[in-house]
């Protein structure tokens, strides 16, 4: 497609959202990433919570992690470049082994991800021998390597209770965990590391959910007061929240769901205005493919991993091949056993 076509093209759909005078900047970096794409025979993808101009015009498959990591493996691309966070491009290496995977930024982390380490989960292990450990895609390929099972936030219900088993260490989101014991109507509680005496533990064991305090820092600022003064301004207002909010949250909001099933639910419904409790891109991404669509946003809560992702860097990771993402063998091969275990559950 010529400069002049895909500016146009990206005019038409970002009107609404950004001034004509930065698309016509972000159209040339389009049109360099796309031709470059093609040169390196590369696969981009890109996380629902892109921006929109990257999230509508480059990425050759865009939407939740662990599903861009599973078509990224079935093309015969040599690089795959993420543009989301490192521990989604980790796991495309995880799918991928073969290929070399690309992340944008070095400095795309995750509160989540980084609330745990593979130590800890040893320790839990140690601690309660023999219960399955069932941890979210949202962590490190070395922490996903020590867990039985891994999960989205799509399926980790389902996971949970599909396990025979009374006991369940789930990981490392304090909220996805409390929201899971909810809908599973299972008993949660929250141990601290430090090992203390075996005989008293063994006393505690009738619980059904062990978890742990980690959070993602965006979605833990959602409060119930939020989803009430914004209702009381727009009373036929429909809330969606990410299962990373709190459950207090949630149960407050009209639907819960993970960042694709929140897009599929506006998609398919016709409500005055929606305002969707999670990063505030995912807003502007929907209006960019549907303006038909009215998107109240929060946009002060925002992901600072997230947005380190910018077309330049997009840009320059495929011209200067960077930044690389390695996963030792041993740990992927046991980490792409976590995440198969999930996906034989569904
Ligand atoms: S939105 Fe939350 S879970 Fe996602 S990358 Fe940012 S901090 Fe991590």
């Known amino acids: 497609m010529s400069l002049e076509t895909l500016h146009k093209e990206m005019s038409e759909r970002l009107k609404d959202l950004v001034p004509e005078v930065e698309i016509r900047h972000k159209a040339e970096l389009v049109h360099e990433i796309n031709q470059l ?11 629902n919570y892109m921006e929109p101009a990257l999230y509508h015009f480059i990425p050759d498959f865009a939407g939740d992690s662990l599903e861009l990591s599973r078509k990224a493996a079935e093309t015969d691309r040599d690089i795959i470049v993420f543009c989301g966070v490192e521990f989604m491009a980790e796991t495309a290496k995880i799918l991928s082994p073969d290929k070399t995977v690309l992340i944008p930024s070095d400095k795309a982390g995750c509160s989540l991800a980084e609330s745990i380490t593979a130590a800890d989960v040893r320790a839990l292990k140690e601690r309660f021998p023999g219960v399955p450990v069932v941890t979210y895609v949202n ?9 039985d099972y891994c999960c989205t936030s799509g399926n980790a219900a389902r996971v949970v209770e599909a396990l025979d088993s009374d006991t369940v260490i789930f990981l490392p989101d304090e909220y996805l965990a409390k929201n899971v014991a909810r809908e599973t109507g299972k008993h949660i509680i929250f141990p601290s590391v430090v090992s203390r005496a075996g005989s008293e533990f063994q006393t505690e064991m009738d619980y059904q959910m062990i978890g742990w305090k980690g959070r993602c820092e965006v979605h833990e600022q959602f409060t119930v007061e939020d989803i009430e003064k914004i209702r009381s301004q727009y009373p036929d207002v429909v809330i969606l929240a990410h299962p990373e909010c709190s459950p207090e949250v949630t149960a407050a909001a009209d639907y819960s769901g993970s960042t694709s099933a929140m897009i599929r639910h506006v998609e398919k419904t016709q409500a005055p205005r929606y305002l969707l409790l999670t ?34 860097d997009t840009l320059n990771a495929l011209k200067y091949t960077r930044y690389i993402v390695e996963v ?3 740990i992927r091969i046991r980490a792409a056993r976590a995440v198969e275990r999930m996906s034989q559950i569904g």
Do not use: F, W
Request: aromatic share 2%; proline share 5%; hydrophobic share 35%.
């Open 37 to 47: 794409k093609a040169e390196r025979n590369a696969v981009i993808l890109g996380h």
């Open 328 to 330: 030792p063998e041993d």
């Open 279 to 312: 990063e505030c891109s995912m807003g502007d991404n929907i209006i960019a493919a549907h303006p038909n669509k009215e998107m109240l946003r929060l946009c002060s809560v925002r992901c600072p991993h997230m947005n380190q992702i910018t077309l330049e």
């Open 139 to 147: 962590t490190y390929a070395d922490v996903k390597a020590e867990s």
